[in-house]
């Protein structure tokens, strides 16, 4: 369909919560947006809500030939007692990383691009990507999570 401009912090769609997905055949073209805007970028996964559309739709890519999901109407079943803090960033906030404390384990299900249930057991950077795209259908950022903001200098400068 098309390549959509990354909305950023600041951006009242930023801040709702999204909407469930009635029919999966009323989001084949926003999933497609998803995948053509996350191709031009530098990021591994985008939530609607990051191109201004409130619904309960995610799109990850870790470019690694394994690791691409279509999330619909996600929901986390069971997270690790266990946590870790990492680095993140967001698409919606670019130039900036903070540390993050997550579960490092986490399962999840949400219905793939052809409607079918699926469930998800996810560690590590998966499981923070997943419960990361996961907050912005709640309308909640990383940066509301961080424990440190850090501000990056552009190298190429
Ligand atoms: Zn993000």
């Known amino acids: 369909m098309a390549v959509k401009?990354?909305?950023?912090?600041g951006a009242e769609c930023l801040r709702q919560v999204s909407q469930e997905v009635d029919n999966?055949?009323?989001v084949k073209g926003l999933i497609k947006d998803?995948?053509?805007?996350?191709?031009?970028?530098d990021g591994i996964g985008l939530a609607a809500p990051q191109i201004a559309v409130n619904k309960r739709v995610i799109?990850?890519?870790?470019?690694?030939g394994e690791n691409e999901y279509v999330l619909v109407n996600p929901k986390v079943l069971k997270v690790s007692k266990?946590?870790?803090?990492?680095?993140?960033?967001?698409?919606?906030?670019?130039?900036?990383?903070?540390?993050v404390e997550r579960p490092v384990k986490v399962k999840i299900e949400a219905l793939n691009e052809n409607g079918?249930?699926?469930?998800?057991e996810a560690?590590?950077?998966?499981a923070r990507c997943f419960l990361h795209e996961?907050?912005?259908?709640?309308?909640?950022?990383?940066?509301?999570?961080?424990?440190?903001?850090?501000?990056?200098?552009d190298e190429e400068e």
């Open 116 to 120: 079918e249930k699926k469930v998800y």
């Open 59 to 64: 799109y990850i890519n870790f470019g690694d």
């Open 34 to 41: 998803l995948k053509d805007t996350l191709a031009t970028v």
């Open 5 to 9: 401009e990354i909305v950023q912090l």
């Open 123 to 126: 560690e590590d950077l998966l």
């Open 134 to 153: 996961i907050d912005h259908l709640e309308g909640i950022m990383y940066v509301d999570r961080a424990s440190e903001m850090y501000e990056l200098v």
């Open 24 to 26: 999966i055949d009323d």
């Open 82 to 99: 266990k946590t870790h803090e990492d680095y993140e960033g967001c698409l919606s906030y670019v130039m900036h990383e903070g540390l």
